[in-house]
């Protein structure tokens, strides 16, 4: 099992910045990637961003040049940095754990952006 803390999320006008914390705990070593999600009201989770136990990093098109995706290894950590925040990024933003045929979720933080 695999136990994912999400932080960092608030209220931040347009055009400001947040990151995201995930903290990992427990069978972390099972894990091959770490992603986020995110869910705005009345829609569907999407896709944001993936790094891999190997470090490649990938992000949905609507966010790429504005956010990063980062990990400390030796905290079991990993962040979301968000940049150039638009009102269209508001959302509750959820981290993900994926291993062998297995995934885990976070409570989800919420972030919110005011034009």
């Known amino acids: 099992q695999v136990h994912l803390v999400e932080s960092g999320g608030g209220l931040v006008q347009a055009g400001g910045s947040l990151r995201l914390s995930c903290a990992a705990s427990?069978?972390?070593?099972?894990?091959?990637?770490m992603l986020w999600y995110r869910q705005a009201p009345g829609k569907e989770r999407k896709y944001v961003a993936t790094?891999?136990?190997?470090?490649?990093?990938n992000y949905a098109d609507s966010v790429k040049g504005r956010f990063t995706i980062s990990r400390d290894n030796a905290k079991s950590t990993v962040f979301l940095q968000m940049n150039s925040l638009k009102p269209e990024d508001t959302a509750v933003y959820y981290c993900?754990?994926?291993?062998?045929?297995?995934?885990?979720w976070g409570q989800g933080t919420q972030v919110t952006v005011s034009s």
């Open positions: 993900n754990a994926q291993g062998n045929r297995v995934t885990y």
């Open positions: 427990g069978s972390i070593s099972s894990i091959t990637a």
């Open positions: 790094i891999t136990s190997g470090g490649l990093t």
